[in-house]
């Protein structure tokens, strides 16, 4: 049963590269897209360019669930060591906090949607915004998982295999 199982690479993957960036770089896409929809939308008063926001929140509420599964598959087969591990642990808390974020502000602009679709109030605009910056937050810290520590790069791999770190 265990010859199913396939071998890890030299990434300590069982497929050739990390998925996770792959599928979180469409979700950081959509929901920055989205916010400068709203706001341009907002200020030009266009409200096609809301109808362009709603469907990429949608797509971002789904996406970002897939990219917490490959993102939880990959560090749990990371082995991160010491060092590592508070960043991957406070980038693994926020982007299950992001999940819950982007599912409720999806679902309060869909009530929005629904009954003034040609208008966003200032508080919605405000929580994009925050939430902008939450995705910036996520994605520094992501940023520093991969260029700073290494995260299934091969020098890094056949250090924690060789008990170097």
Not at 5 to 16: M, S, T, V
Not at 32 to 38: A, P, R
Not at 147 to 155: A, M
Request: charged share 10%; glycine share 6%; hydrophobic share 55%.
């Amino acid at each position: 049963m265990l010859d199913l199982i396939p071998k890890l690479n030299d990434h300590n993957l069982p497929y050739p590269d990390t998925i996770h960036p792959i599928v979180v770089h469409f979700v950081i896409a959509m929901v920055l897209f989205s916010f400068t929809c709203d706001v341009i939308g907002y200020f030009t008063k266009n409200s096609r360019l809301f109808e362009v926001s709603w469907w990429n929140m949608c797509l971002a509420t789904v996406a970002i669930f897939v990219a917490i599964i490959f993102g939880q598959f990959e560090a749990g087969l990371a082995k991160p060591y010491d060092v590592v591990q508070p960043i991957l642990s406070m980038h693994t808390l926020i982007g299950w906090s992001l999940s819950g974020v982007i599912a409720a502000i999806t679902a309060w602009r869909y009530v929005i949607r629904l009954k003034t679709p040609n208008n966003l109030p200032i508080p919605y605009l405000g929580l994009g915004l925050v939430l902008a910056c939450l995705v910036f937050l996520q994605v520094y810290l992501g940023d520093e998982l991969v260029w700073v520590y290494g995260l299934h790069t091969v020098p890094v791999v056949e250090a924690v295999k060789e008990g170097v770190l």
